[in-house]
C-alpha cells in the first residue's frame, strides 16, 4: 500500500483508504493510501471490484455506511479511515455493473436457460410464481440421502453436464407436484427456496433438482441493516448422500459485516432478509472456542485437519450448535456419524486448547420467524453466532538502568519520565509510552502490526538511547513482548587527567597526596574515597598506577573510570617535599559536567627563616657587616645579600627547604677582620614525621636544639633558626679575649637571639 505522508498542518485532517478483498478504492484517481488534507474538504470515493467479485459495503471508522452504492461522498471533519469491502461473487450470481437495473434475486432472464440458450418454453420468473403453497406435499424421507442413480447424476452435473437426468427430474417433479416449481430443464426456480426455505430440497433425493450443486448455493442477498444479507448453502458430498452447512452474512449496528454460524441445527436456517434481535455477548468457553478455531475464525484448525471448505463450516456449525444447545445436525442424522467421525473429535480435542485472548468476543443473534428445517418439520429460524476479533494486543516497556553501582541511591538519576514513541509501519505516530519511577511505562493497545519504537526523551540523568527497536503485536506477544525491555546508561563524567600538580613556578612535582571524596544529594558524608597521588610529571589518573589506597573506581559503560553526578571534594593531605599542602579544599560539581576538566593545583615551597647575629669576640654586637647567600659552592649564583643593622642582626627570609646555600661575609665591620669561609646551610621540615632541622656545614641542629652558637624551633612545618657569627678584631687577636669569654658572649648572644625566636614565632 502506498504511503503518501508528510508533517501535519494546523487544520488538516487525515484520510486514510484501505481495501479489503478483491477490488480497489480510489479518491481522486489515486489508490488505497493516506493523505493529510484541509478539514471540512468534501470528499468523494469510488469503490472497483475485481472480475469474479462484488462490492460488499464500506466501514467509516470502524462503522458500517447504510449506503451499499459503490460511491460515497462525505465531508472531511476528522482523522477518517474508509475500509472498502469485496467479497468474491458466487458462481451463479450476476453483479450490476454501471447503467444495469438491480437484477432479480433469480439470475435468469426471462427467455434464458443456464446455459445461455433460449428457452423456448421460459415458465414463470420469481415475479410469477405462484403464492407459496405451505401444504404443498413434499417428500419427508431420505434427509440428505441420495440413491446410487442420485448420485450419479449429481456427479454429471459436478461435472458440468446439465443437460444429464432430465427424464429422471420430469419423473420426480410429477411425482412431488413440482410443476409450477421449475423451469424447462427441470431444476427447481429460486422462487422455490424463497417460499420454502433451503432445507425444503433435502429429502426425497431432490437435490438433483437443484442447479447449484457445486458446493455453494447462494439463495438470496439483502442490503438492510440489522438483517440476514446473505445465506449461503455449502454441499459436502459423500458416497450416498451429502450434507449442506449454512454460512450467512449479517449486517449489524455497530459490528457491520459479519459472518454467522448455526447456533441451533434442530431450527429451520434463516434466509437472507431475515430481522435480527440484538446481539448478546457470550462468555462460554466452548462457544468462543468453537468460533475462534472454526471456520473462518482468527486460528482456524480445522483445515490443517485435511477438510474442505464445506467439511469445516458443517463442523463449525455442528460444534457451535452443540456449544449452545447441546445437539446438533451431525449429532442427529444417520444415528449421529458426522459427529462421531467428524465434529465429535474435535470437539475433545477444543476442551485442551487454550481460551480464547480477551480481544476476542462471541456473541448470538436471535432471529424472527420461522421455517423448514431438515426434518421437514416448521420451526423457529436459528440463532446466529459470531464473533468481533478486535486484532489488537497490548504493549509495555520495562526500563532498566545500565550501572546501578553508579546510579544506587542517588537523585540525580531517576528511570521516570522517560518517553518512547511508537510508529506504525507507516511511519505514522501510534502512541506513547512513559515510564514510572520503577521503570515500567503504561500499558497501551496497538492494533496487530509491527511497530517500530526509540527513546524520544531521556529520563533524567540518562543519556537518550538512539536504538530504533522493531516489536510484533500479534496473539503471541499481545501482553508483554519479548522485546519489551529497555536499557539507558546512565550519564557520567569521563575522566582521564584528574589533577596536575605543579610547583610556582610551573614545574611539575611528584608524590603529592590528594584525597578525593565523592558525595551525592548533597552528602556531608562521602559515598566512596580515593588517596591518589602525581606521578613524576606532577599528574593524578584516575587509575590504579596513581591509587594509594580507597574505594572501587566508578566505571562507566565502557569500563572506563568515571564520576556520577553528583559532588566531588579534592584535598591535598601531603605535600611533595620542599612544598607547603594546599590548604583549599576544592569543590567540582558533576551534575552538568560530561567530560573532566583537570583541575591544577599550585604547591608553594616550604619556606624557613634564618637570623643571623653578628657579634664581636669581647660581646659588642657588630653593625655593618655585610653578608650574601648564594645558591651554588662557587659563591656565583647570589640569592640574597645583606647588612647587619644596629642590633648586629640579619633576617634571611624564605630559606627553601632542603635546597642548601652558602653564605660568605663579603665585608667585615671596621677593625675587624672578615670570616673568608664559606658556610653552607640547609634546613629541611617534614610536617608528617614532625621532624626538622638545620645542617651547618654538615652539622645538623634537629629543632628544639639550642646552644651557644644555634637555635632551631619548628612550628606548623615552618623552622626559624638563629646562628651567631664571631668576628675577630683585625690583625691580632684580643689577648684577653679567651676560649671561655667568646663562649659566654656567644652565649649571651644566642639567648638574644632565642628570645627573638620566642617572640616571633606562630603558635597554634
Not at 176 to 189: E, K, N, P, S
Not at 335 to 348: F, K, L, M, N, T
Request: charged letters at 25%; proline letters at 7%; aromatic letters at 8%.
Amino acid at each position: 500500500m502506498p504511503v503518501h505522508a508528510r508533517d501535519r498542518g494546523p487544520e488538516e485532517v487525515k484520510l486514510e483508504l484501505r481495501s479489503e478483498g478483491p477490488g480497489t478504492v480510489t479518491w481522486n484517481g489515486q489508490g488505497p493510501g493516506s493523505w493529510m488534507r484541509p478539514k471540512g474538504e468534501e470528499v468523494s470515493l469510488e469503490a472497483t471490484p475485481e472480475a469474479g467479485a462484488r462490492f460488499a459495503g464500506f466501514e467509516r471508522n470502524g462503522q458500517p455506511v447504510t449506503s451499499h452504492e459503490p460511491r460515497l461522498t462525505f465531508t472531511l471533519d476528522q482523522d477518517t479511515l474508509i475500509r472498502a469491502l469485496f467479497e468474491p461473487a458466487p458462481a451463479d450470481s450476476h453483479e450490476k455493473t454501471d447503467g444495469e437495473q438491480e437484477p432479480d434475486s433469480n439470475p435468469l432472464t426471462a427467455g434464458q436457460t443456464e446455459d445461455g440458450q433460449e428457452d423456448p418454453d421460459p415458465g414463470q420468473t420469481e415475479e410469477q410464481a405462484p403464492e407459496a403453497d405451505r401444504d404443498l406435499m413434499r417428500p419427508m424421507d431420505r434427509p440428505f440421502e441420495l440413491t446410487k442413480e442420485e448420485s450419479t447424476l449429481i456427479e454429471a452435473y459436478r461435472q458440468g453436464n446439465f443437460r444429464a437426468g432430465k427424464e429422471m427430474r420430469l419423473a420426480m417433479i410429477e411425482d412431488y407436484g413440482l410443476q409450477d416449481w421449475v423451469d424447462a430443464d427441470g431444476f427447481l426456480l429460486p422462487a422455490y427456496f424463497t417460499a420454502f426455505g433451503p432445507m425444503a430440497a433435502v429429502r426425497g433425493g431432490m437435490q438433483i433438482l437443484n442447479r447449484s450443486v457445486n458446493g455453494l448455493q447462494e439463495t438470496g442477498r439483502m442490503r438492510t441493516v440489522n438483517t440476514v444479507t446473505k445465506y449461503e448453502d455449502h454441499t459436502w458430498y459423500y458416497p450416498g448422500g451429502y450434507m449442506t452447512g449454512g454460512l450467512w452474512t449479517m449486517n449489524i449496528p455497530g459490528f457491520g459485516l459479519r459472518q454467522g454460524f448455526c447456533a441451533n441445527g434442530m431450527y429451520a436456517p434463516p434466509q437472507a432478509g431475515t430481522p435480527l434481535k440484538e446481539a448478546v455477548k457470550k462468555t462460554d468457553s466452548m462457544f468462543r472456542k468453537a468460533l475462534y478455531y472454526g471456520y473462518g475464525g482468527p486460528d482456524n484448525r480445522l483445515a490443517a485437519r485435511g477438510l474442505n471448505t464445506a467439511q469445516q463450516i458443517i463442523v463449525t456449525n455442528d460444534l457451535v450448535s452443540m456449544s449452545n444447545v447441546n445437539t446438533s445436525i451431525g449429532s442427529s442424522i444417520g444415528g449421529g456419524w458426522i459427529w462421531r467421525d467428524y465434529s465429535g473429535p474435535v470437539w475433545e480435542e477444543m476442551k485442551r486448547w487454550p481460551e480464547p485472548p480477551a480481544t476476542f468476543h462471541a456473541y448470538l443473534a436471535d432471529t424472527e420467524g420461522s421455517g423448514e428445517n431438515w426434518q421437514g418439520l416448521n420451526k423457529p429460524y436459528q440463532p446466529l453466532a459470531f464473533y468481533v476479533d478486535n486484532p489488537s494486543g497490548t504493549f509495555r516497556l520495562t526500563k532498566t538502568g545500565r550501572l546501578p553501582d553508579v546510579t544506587q541511591d542517588n537523585h540525580a538519576y531517576s528511570l521516570a519520565g522517560a518517553e518512547y514513541t511508537l510508529y506504525d509501519a507507516a511511519g505514522h505516530k501510534a502512541g506513547v509510552l512513559t515510564t514510572d519511577k520503577t521503570g515500567t511505562t503504561n500499558e497501551i493497545s496497538l492494533p496487530f502490526g509491527t511497530y517500530t519504537y526509540r527513546e524520544t526523551k531521556a529520563p533524567q540523568g540518562y543519556q537518550k538511547d538512539p536504538a530504533t527497536c522493531t516489536v510484533t503485536i500479534d496473539r503471541n506477544g499481545h501482553s508483554l513482548a519479548t522485546t519489551g525491555r529497555v536499557e539507558d546508561t546512565p550519564e557520567t563524567t569521563l575522566v582521564d587527567l584528574l589533577l596536575l600538580k605543579k610547583g610556582d613556578s610551573g614545574q611539575t612535582l611528584a608524590d603529592a597526596h590528594f584525597e578525593i571524596g565523592f558525595y551525592k544529594n548533597g552528602d556531608t558524608r562521602p559515598t566512596r574515597t580515593w588517596v591518589m597521588k602525581s606521578d613524576a610529571q606532577g599528574k593524578i589518573l584516575l587509575d590504579d598506577a596513581h591509587k594509594v589506597s580507597g574505594d572501587p573506581f566508578y566505571l562507566n559503560e565502557h569500563g572506563k573510570p568515571c564520576f556520577p553526578k553528583g559532588d566531588v571534594k579534592i584535598r591535598e593531605i601531603k605535600a611533595p617535599a620542599g612544598y607547603v599542602a594546599d590548604a583549599a579544599v576544592h569543590t567540582v560539581d558533576t551534575r552538568t559536567m560530561t567530560i573532566w576538566k583537570t583541575a591544577e593545583v599550585v604547591n608553594r615551597p616550604r619556606e624557613h627563616a634564618l637570623r643571623l647575629i653578628k657579634k664581636s669576640s669581647d660581646g659588642h654586637v657588630l653593625e655593618g657587616a655585610e653578608f650574601a647567600v648564594y645558591e651554588d659552592e662557587a659563591c656565583t649564583s647570589l640569592f640574597y645579600e645583606g647588612t647587619t643593622d644596629s642590633s648586629g642582626e640579619l633576617a634571611i627570609p624564605k630559606i627553601r627547604d632542603g635546597k642548601p646555600y652558602w653564605l660568605k661575609e663579603r665585608k667585615a665591620p671596621a677593625g675587624y677582620r672578615p670570616d673568608p669561609a664559606a658556610v653552607k646551610l640547609v634546613m629541611h621540615a617534614d610536617p608528617d614525621t614532625g621532624s626538622g632541622s638545620l645542617e651547618v656545614n654538615g652539622t645538623r641542629y634537629e629543632a628544639g636544639h639550642q646552644d651557644d652558637m644555634v637555635q632551631v624551633e619548628m612550628n606548623k612545618g615552618i623552622l626559624q633558626a638563629a646562628l651567631v657569627r664571631i668576628n675577630q678584631v683585625q690583625d691580632a687577636l684580643p689577648e684577653t679575649g679567651s676560649s671561655g669569654m667568646i663562649h659566654i658572649a656567644a652565649a649571651a648572644a644566642v639567648l638574644a637571639a632565642f628570645a627573638w625566636l620566642l617572640k616571633g614565632k606562630d603558635t597554634k
